[in-house]
């Protein structure tokens, strides 16, 4: 019988046996658009130079910036190496290390709906992998203006940069940055556009906070663990409160927050991820689609907020001149590039219900904000009281048991309970007990970006967002937008102040106290 | 208040500020537990009234190491104080001093605080250490499982091989959820052998290597080139293998070419020693094929793991994983320019630290000291030893 060659590259290694933790991604090439710009000068070519630090990226990777503004790859690699030294979870940027991980940086001028552009680049990346043996596996990396994005597939598409998956052939994968549309048909808009030149399976919408290490560990509390997931119902829960608070104002980009504000800025896609997270069914597996399956569940079960009671459910609040960290700083309406009279909410806090069997009548409270006190974010599961209270007779407050499981900083879980005060009266005390990440494990979780690309390079989709998760997220949060609308019309436009520094105007607090409820201070 | 009673207060306030602040404070071995108990109750009432909250003891290992002698005493517990910002721990250590003055055992507690940057202390661990002279090691066995915290795992660091053996066999074996040794420490492949026997007396019991740990970033990079595009095929055809390792360090490199032979189904054939000082083996491969091996003695800059490169000829074709500095290495192979890696200069307790982790099950660690105990059965200088 004549033996059939089988080529060596597709001999597995034995050598990976007992390596396997190391995920380490086929040879591949990273295409930026937007390399001139600061997301990938502040965190992805820092998050590179980090993994390749890890050694968790092949051996043969090159990444390739491309951009409006014109630079030659030497300018290009000065200011990614200032970007990491700055920037780079592994520092200070080791010399050698960054002179073998320079040689693979280049850069090539060009706009974003120019098809030559896009044929000088084919000619380039072909040139690029010739010269470094590299097999032909790209990821576009959109971190380009939003406008940017149907041009830049579109492109892709026209020079055949971006073929669909086939068996045995090199891959191609997109990454797309946030915001993923302003709104439900936008959003729809940009999924047809993109479908039109790629596979689901191609398109990674990168949400950074999916990337986080509590958010991954949330799936691992509560799907590993046993004594956790029979508490996590409507039997046990009372409430859930998912806090994103930030210190800092606009920084400088207040004519895009102008569009977008904070309901679009972090809870269409940051806080609802997180929401979708905590309050999903068990997947059948952790792979990508059966987790953003149950995800998808979530969001498609977010009850309306009804017209009659809006304001009941939603609140939302501009930041007036106040405090941040002994600073004065100036109220929303004063900072650059934001119009004197804006109605743009840098604050919302919402009330809202998922319909389902496991969560029926358990109220989510989620809120967002800029300027407020600390930076934080974080999920608190507050449990119902005792059924009976056998020791608050005599006027002592117990409190209930909260499970809060921080997102950022500080990564960790901790859980409160009464403890009895050591004496002979029965005097009942609140103690933590506390998980942290850095003290427990004595390493420093990775960046988000680090993980997220290294899982789009080896093809993993868990932590990035769908196309339908999108569109239910934008459906719930749209009708949010329209009954705004709808106010402003009609000169009705309810925008209290709260000042800088505080933890957001009364209304979110009276809010809460309407249902005999307090926001946790995180 | 009587003088008597106010001495007493004065020497409890003394042992609690020395006990926060790290230091050894001698206790009788059988009041240990009722001692730390004492000292964690009035650090929590003084940490209580500066933070507001209560202190917790925590503990996600009983770790115990037995020592010998007063200067591997004193760089065990610095090795204690170097794991515990990492994994807290109730350190266990004993101490066999032959040269020590009293006939019975004698105990010391102290605390291992890490602090939170800004001077917040957040992990809060202990340690205990008993020491006796020669004989003592018959107490030791109860000891522990006197001072074990329940429902806590126990790991036992066994890096001595001058220990009483029937200490860890007899005494600490039997409560022990994790064993790690040391190949590193091992003078010879002889030792290797001990090792092994001892792994075998373990089982089922998991057993870390802290020697092997070490090599993992050498076999990550010498593995990683065999991925695709490359694939398994070079490594099927392989003819020669030369690692290169630091005098004293041949157990390090026996062990590399264990985990070649024992992946790669390579079947022992002979050895030699070479004119170089160095050793010859030869294999068969698993289609017929021969492999020559070679563990090459030399100088250069090296790491605990005493690895300074390792050759792999296939064909015309050669695969090179070399040390250029202590933390450098460079990576070549046929089809790419060669590059140069950064490799991670890990501590002794950080080592540790990955042996109580998910690392510290490896089940290909026993198969390689296996097959490395052969390999040293071949070694002819062995022939009068075996």
Same mark, same amino acid.
């Given at each position: 019988m004549e033996k059939i060659a089988v080529p060596s590259s597709a001999l597995?290694?034995?050598?990976?046996?007992?390596?396997?933790?190391?995920?380490?991604?086929?040879?591949?090439?990273?295409?930026?658009?937007?390399?001139?710009?600061?997301? $990938? !000068? *502040?965190?992805?070519?820092? #998050?590179?130079?980090?993994?390749?630090?890890? @050694?968790? &990226?092949?051996?043969?990777?090159?990444?390739?910036?491309?951009?409006?503004?014109?630079?030659?790859d030497d300018a290009f690699r000065e200011e990614m190496r200032r970007g990491c030294e700055e920037f $780079? !979870? *592994?520092?200070?940027?080791? #010399?050698?290390?960054?002179?073998?991980?320079? @040689?693979? &940086?280049?850069?090539?001028?060009?706009?974003?709906?120019?098809?030559?552009?896009?044929?000088?680049?084919?000619t380039r990346l072909e040139e690029i992998e010739r010269t470094l043996g590299l097999p032909g596996n790209r990821v576009f990396y959109l971190s380009t203006p939003p406008s940017a994005f149907a041009p830049v597939i579109r492109s892709l598409g026209q020079a055949e940069l971006a073929p669909q998956p086939a068996p045995g052939k090199p891959f191609a994968r997109v990454i797309i940055e946030k915001p993923f549309g302003v709104d439900l048909e936008t959003a729809r808009a940009l999924n047809r556009q993109v479908h039109e030149i790629l596979d689901e399976r191609q398109i990674y919408r990168i949400d950074h906070y999916l990337g986080k290490e509590t958010v991954q560990n949330l799936l691992v509390f509560r799907f590993a663990n046993g004594i956790f997931e029979p508490l996590w119902n409507n039997h046990f829960v009372d409430h859930v409160q998912i806090t994103g608070s930030e210190t800092v104002g606009v920084e400088g980009r207040g004519g895009y927050f102008e569009q977008a504000g904070s309901l679009r800025d972090m809870v269409q896609n940051h806080l609802l991820q997180v929401l979708s997270l905590a309050a999903m069914e068990p997947p059948v597996a952790f792979e990508a689609d059966e987790v953003r399956d149950e995800k998808l569940k979530v969001l498609k079960a977010l009850r309306h907020i009804p017209e009659s009671d809006f304001d009941r459910h939603v609140v939302r609040a501009q930041y007036a001149a106040g405090s941040i960290a002994g600073r004065a700083v100036p109220g929303y309406r004063a900072e650059p590039g934001v119009n004197p009279a804006s109605t743009t909410e840098t604050f919302v806090a919402l009330k809202l219900f998922i319909d389902s069997w496991r969560w029926a009548g358990v109220p989510f409270y989620l809120r967002s904000g800029k300027r407020l006190p600390k930076r934080v974010t974080e999920i608190a599961i507050h449990f119902k009281e005792a059924p009976h209270l056998l020791f608050g007779r005599r006027g002592e407050t117990i409190r209930p048991n909260v499970l809060s499981i921080r997102i950022q900083p500080d990564e960790g879980i901790a859980l409160n309970f009464g403890s009895k005060l050591p004496g002979p009266a029965m005097e009942i005390a609140p103690v933590s007990m506390e998980f942290r990440y850095g003290s427990s494990f004595g390493v420093e979780p990775p960046e988000a970006y680090e993980r997220l690309l290294l899982d789009c390079l080896l093809g993993d989709g868990t932590l990035f967002t769908r196309g339908d998760e999108v569109e239910a997220s934008w459906s719930w949060v749209s009708r949010i937008h329209r009954r705004w609308a709808a106010e402003a019309a009609a000169g009705k436009t309810t925008l209290p102040a709260y000042a800088a520094g505080s933890w957001g105007p009364e209304e979110a607090e009276r809010m809460l106290a309407a249902d005999g409820r307090a926001w946790r201070l995180p | 208040m009587s003088d008597q009673t106010q001495n007493l207060g004065d020497a409890a306030r003394a042992n609690f500020e020395?006990?926060?602040?790290?230091?050894?404070?001698?206790?009788?071995?059988?009041?240990?537990?009722?001692?730390?108990?004492?000292?964690?109750?009035?650090?929590?009432s003084a940490g209580g009234s500066q933070t507001g909250a209560a202190l917790a003891r925590a503990a996600l290992w009983n770790l115990v190491l037995p020592t010998r002698g007063r200067e591997e005493l004193a760089k065990t517990k610095a090795l204690v104080d170097a794991i515990a910002p990492a994994v807290p721990v109730r350190a266990i250590t004993l101490?066999?001093?032959?040269?020590?003055?009293?006939?019975e055992l004698s105990a010391t507690i102290e605390s291992n605080v890490v602090s939170r940057p800004g001077g917040g202390r957040v992990v809060y661990s202990e340690e205990i250490t008993l020491v006796g002279p020669a004989g003592a090691e018959a107490h030791f066995g109860a000891m522990v499982r006197a001072l074990q915290v329940p429902g806590v795992r126990t790991a036992t660091l066994w890096m001595n091989t001058a220990m009483p053996a029937a200490l860890l066999t007899r005494e600490l074996l039997p409560v022990t959820h994790q064993l790690i040794v040391d190949t590193a420490s091992c003078t010879g492949p002889l030792h290797l052998q001990d090792l092994q026997r001892l792994a075998s007396r373990a089982h089922p019991l998991p057993v870390a290597d802290l020697g092997w740990l070490r090599l993992a970033s050498f076999r990550l990079l010498f593995a990683g080139m065999f991925d695709p595009p490359v694939g398994g095929g070079p490594l099927r055809s392989a003819t020669r293998l030369e690692?290169?390792?630091?005098?004293?360090?041949?157990?390090?490199?026996?062990?590399?070419?264990?985990?070649?032979?024992?992946?790669?189904?390579?079947?022992?054939?002979?050895?030699?020693?070479?004119?170089?000082?160095?050793?010859?083996?030869?294999?068969?491969?698993?289609?017929?094929?021969?492999?020559?091996?070679?563990?090459?003695?030399?100088?250069?800059?090296?790491?605990?793991?005493?690895?300074?490169?390792?050759?792999?000829?296939?064909?015309?074709?050669?695969?090179?994983?070399?040390?250029?500095?202590?933390?450098?290495?460079?990576?070549?192979?046929?089809?790419?320019?060669?590059?140069?890696?950064?490799?991670?200069?890990?501590?002794?307790?950080?080592?540790?630290?990955?042996?109580?982790?998910p690392r510290g099950h490896d089940p290909l660690f026993a198969r390689c000291l296996e097959y490395a105990g052969r390999l040293w059965s071949l070694e002819p200088r062995n022939a009068d030893r075996r």
């Open positions: 597995p290694n034995p050598l990976r046996e007992g390596l396997a933790e190391e995920r380490i991604p086929e040879p591949a090439t990273m295409v930026i658009f937007g390399a001139s710009g600061d997301l $990938a !000068r *502040r965190k992805l070519l820092p #998050a590179l130079y980090s993994l390749t630090r890890d @050694r968790l &990226l092949p051996a043969r990777f090159a990444v390739l910036g491309f951009g409006r503004h014109a630079q030659d $780079a !979870r *592994r520092r200070p940027v080791d #010399a050698p290390l960054w002179a073998a991980f320079a @040689r693979n &940086l280049f850069y090539q001028q060009g706009a974003y709906d120019d098809p030559a552009a896009f044929q000088r680049l084919k | 020395r006990f926060a602040r790290g230091e050894p404070i001698a206790v009788d071995v059988g009041e240990i537990e009722r001692e730390l108990g004492s000292l964690w109750q009035q650090a929590s101490c066999l001093d032959d040269a020590a003055g009293q006939s690692v290169k390792h630091r005098k004293g360090g041949d157990v390090s490199a026996l062990l590399i070419v264990a985990w070649l032979g024992q992946l790669l189904g390579w079947r022992p054939l002979r050895s030699a020693e070479t004119p170089a000082g160095g050793l010859r083996f030869d294999f068969e491969r698993v289609d017929g094929g021969s492999v020559e091996a070679f563990l090459v003695p030399g100088a250069g800059p090296c790491d605990q793991s005493a690895i300074l490169s390792i050759e792999l000829a296939s064909g015309p074709d050669e695969y090179v994983v070399s040390r250029d500095a202590i933390d450098e290495a460079r990576v070549q192979l046929p089809i790419a320019p060669a590059r140069t890696v950064k490799l991670d200069a890990y501590s002794d307790a950080d080592i540790c630290v990955a042996a109580l982790g």
